[in-house]
């Protein structure tokens, strides 16, 4: 019993940090992008949930395949590491085309051989059939795991459905470009490079959905004297696109068409506080564009 639970202890363990993990990443995320300002709470709830639930399955379906293997004889640490990295799907699938048949031993020569087996491979001995009702339970063993990973995935696809949903209706996400909160995008866009280094936000796309955000977060040390500093560059502008650079604090929010400069931005900060404040960028059909923003 107590060989039983120090191999265990090791499973456990692994839970513990993998779980640990989740929680650190979704601490740091939480940080760094000041919480999960402009979302509702419902959908990190949602995906967190999704994340636990699909890890519980994994850990169910990874269990249920580490007691088959020990009835087996195969290695069942392996194949549950195997059956948890690469998702119960795609694991399962594997093990179970893979898997071997239950063996006896023979009762003359101790050599391992099928249950199924009628004569021994090794001495050629009669070998009588197994009970039937040993055999009836060969697919049945440990069906708390089994159970276990059918609800676990059960939840974690109704999780996902109601983060599905809820993001496609835009349910909780707030994608007003003029408010204090901050943006977030339901479209895509083709990056080349994004970076805000040594207080200087460089942002290079190709493209972007209609009405694409992108954002940083500046600070202003000294509203009356500082200024804002955009060169930006669209190389392709079709018919009615535009690029519009919005500077938003808490109540205030200016917006300045950035689509066609002639040379680089310099817009007065007096009407702002000293702080933080939201530097936006909203894509309206522009492509390969290159900017340079910055606060001095």
């Not at 519009?244 to 506080?273: C, H, I, R």
């Amino acid at each position: 019993m107590n060989h039983a639970k120090k191999n265990r202890l090791p499973l456990y363990i692994g839970i513990l940090v993998v779980l640990l993990i989740i929680f650190l990443r979704f601490g740091l995320y939480f940080l760094k992008s000041d919480g999960f300002s402009g979302l509702s709470l419902l959908l990190p709830l949602l995906l967190l949930c999704f994340i636990l639930f699909a890890l519980a399955t994994s850990a169910f379906f990874a269990a249920w395949v580490y007691q088959d293997c020990k009835r087996r004889g195969e290695d069942p640490v392996l194949w549950a590491v195997v059956v948890f990295a690469a998702t119960p799907f795609i694991g399962m699938l594997i093990y179970f085309l893979r898997r071997s048949e239950i063996k006896t031993i023979c009762p003359a020569c101790g050599r391992q051989i099928s249950v199924k087996a009628k004569y021994c491979e090794e001495c050629g001995t009669h070998v009588e059939k197994e009970d039937n009702s040993i055999m009836a339970k060969q697919g049945t063993h440990h069906l708390k795991f089994m159970i276990g990973g059918i609800v676990s995935m059960a939840i974690m696809l109704v999780c996902l459905t109601g983060f599905i949903i809820s993001a496609v209706a835009g349910n909780g996400i707030n994608t007003d470009v003029a408010s204090n909160e901050r943006i977030w995008n339901l479209g895509t866009i083709s990056m080349n490079y994004n970076a805000y280094l040594d207080d200087v936000w460089k942002l290079d796309f190709r493209s972007a959905s209609d009405g694409f955000v992108e954002e940083q977060n500046m600070t202003i040390a000294d509203a009356d004297t500082q200024l804002l500093y955009a060169d930006i560059s669209c190389s392709k502008v079709p018919d009615g696109a535009t690029l519009v650079l919005w500077l938003v604090q808490g109540d205030v929010a200016k917006s300045v068409d950035v689509t066609n400069l002639s040379e680089p931005l310099e817009y007065p900060l007096n009407e702002f506080e000293n702080g933080k404040i939201h530097v936006r960028l909203q894509i309206n059909g522009v492509e390969q564009t290159v900017s340079k923003i910055y606060i001095q």
